[in-house]
């Protein structure tokens, strides 16, 4: 018999029923330190005073109204992304995918206004943009799009990292723009080079290709800048945001520059909730406390230690790891055994980490995690990969 929550999942059987900072609290008591926050969603913990204090302040006063009228939230909110980035103008949307089908739609719209026939974009193989039609046929993977067809046409797909592959497809005339992950969060966190994504850049200048840039796993300072790409030196066209901007309370963003986002008048898109009055009073809370110079500096800081005992770690175990990669407190371990079993040692350790492509275990703390819980974080995995049994030679 279906259980009556469609299982599209493989859940952990955890239920949590109270969180404070970087701990979880499980139904039987048991307290687990959280090294996912929700998959970089919880980005200053669970409980944070002010959060909760802007998403109650709020309840109590207005939830919802409509994008037929003003919602000062909203505009606060934007005026905040647009003050602190490259962009001049955002659209608020409820999660990473709604972002991705707004960037789709905006790159198309932008050539069509021009009345230029270009509506190819070029994606990277091991991407993931979210779970959308859009969304399935920008990444391109065989796992996320087998039976779904016929899939949204006009994605090009290059193999990350092939430069002469990217080159080649760019000659073409019908690109409309290129998607990516600064650092791709599902398949393996992988960053590209600071180098690329310059070239990247410059090839866009060069074709008048947009830039889409996918920070929904990787911006609201995780990798200890406000957004990854701030790195590179390089600005996108258009970008993604999500997970991170709520704090927990679901809000995405599509922020854009003026020019890419020349086709976007009133009634090309719209959505019921995105940006509401309970989402962005959370947002605004988020930005206030991220957007600041000095946390984000904190973030590089314990970004330091962590990746500094992740080292220690797989020296320590390199039966059971073979590399740390990623950046800031988006950190990767890329495992020399199967990353369910690292990830299920890890739980009984009472420490939560979330599996992700190319056997690596994914640690996305909150930004705001102490340095004891760092330690102690360290300290529980070290005992977790003791537990790992080593594979045993053929
Ligand atoms: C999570 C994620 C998405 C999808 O966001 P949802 O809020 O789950 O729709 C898109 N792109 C990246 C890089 C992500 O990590």
């Keep these: 018999m279906i259980p009556a929550i469609l299982p599209t999942y493989n859940r952990a059987p955890?239920?949590?029923v109270s969180g404070e900072g970087?701990?979880?609290?499980?139904?039987?008591?048991?307290?687990?330190l959280d090294l996912g926050a929700g998959i970089a969603v919880n980005v200053l913990g669970h409980a944070h005073p002010a959060l909760t204090e802007a998403l109650t302040a709020q309840a109590g006063q207005l939830w919802h109204t409509s994008n037929l009228y003003e919602i000062p939230q909203q505009q606060e909110l934007a005026e905040r992304l647009v003050e602190a980035t490259f962009a001049d103008t955002v659209f608020f949307t409820n999660s990473g995918t709604e972002a991705c089908e707004l960037a789709v739609k905006m790159a198309r719209k932008y050539w069509s206004t021009k009345g230029e026939d270009r509506a190819t974009i070029v994606a990277f193989t091991g991407s993931f943009h979210g779970?959308?039609?859009?969304?399935i046929a920008a990444a391109g993977s065989k796992k996320m799009t087998d039976g779904f067809g016929p899939l949204l046409p006009g994605f090009v797909h290059v193999p990350?990292?092939?430069?002469?592959?990217?080159?080649?497809?760019?000659?073409?005339?019908?690109?409309?723009?290129v998607i990516l992950e600064p650092i791709q969060g599902e398949g393996g966190i992988v960053p590209v080079p600071d180098q690329c994504l310059k070239g990247l850049r410059d090839v866009c200048d060069r074709t008048g290709a947009l830039m889409i840039l996918d920070e929904v796993q990787c911006g609201m300072g995780r990798t200890g800048k406000l957004f990854a790409h701030e790195w590179a030196g390089v600005t996108p066209d258009i970008m993604m945001v999500a997970k991170g901007i709520g704090g927990g309370f679901p809000l995405g963003a599509l922020l854009a520059t003026e020019h890419a986002a020349a086709g976007m008048s009133a009634g090309t898109h719209g959505s019921t909730y995105g940006g509401n009055p309970l989402a962005c009073a959370v947002g605004n809370a988020v930005m206030e406390v991220v957007a600041d110079e000095a946390f984000?500096?904190?973030?590089?800081?314990?970004?330091?230690?962590?990746?500094?005992?992740?080292e220690g770690l797989v020296a320590s175990h390199p039966d059971v790891f073979e590399v740390v990669r990623g950046s800031g407190l988006m950190l990767g371990l890329k495992c020399r055994v199967p990353v369910g079993d690292v990830i299920a040692a890890a739980r009984d350790a009472e420490v939560l980490i979330v599996p992700a492509a190319d056997e690596t275990?994914?640690?996305?703390?909150?930004?705001?995690?102490?340095?004891?819980?760092?330690?102690?974080?360290?300290d529980r995995l070290d005992r977790a990969a003791a537990a790992v049994k080593a594979p045993q030679p053929a």
Excluded at 131 to 135: L, N, P
Excluded at 299 to 304: L, M, P, Q
Excluded at 361 to 373: Q, T, V
């Design 131 to 135: 779970r959308s039609s859009a969304g």
């Design 361 to 378: 275990a994914r640690l996305l703390p909150a930004l705001n995690i102490g340095d004891d819980d760092i330690r102690e974080a360290l």
């Design 22 to 32: 970087s701990w979880l609290v499980e139904r039987g008591g048991r307290r687990y």
């Design 160 to 177: 990350f990292g092939d430069h002469d592959a990217f080159a080649e497809v760019m000659k073409r005339d019908d690109i409309a723009a």
């Design 14 to 16: 955890l239920a949590f």
């Design 296 to 310: 984000l500096a904190e973030v590089r800081r314990k970004a330091g230690l962590l990746r500094q005992g992740l």
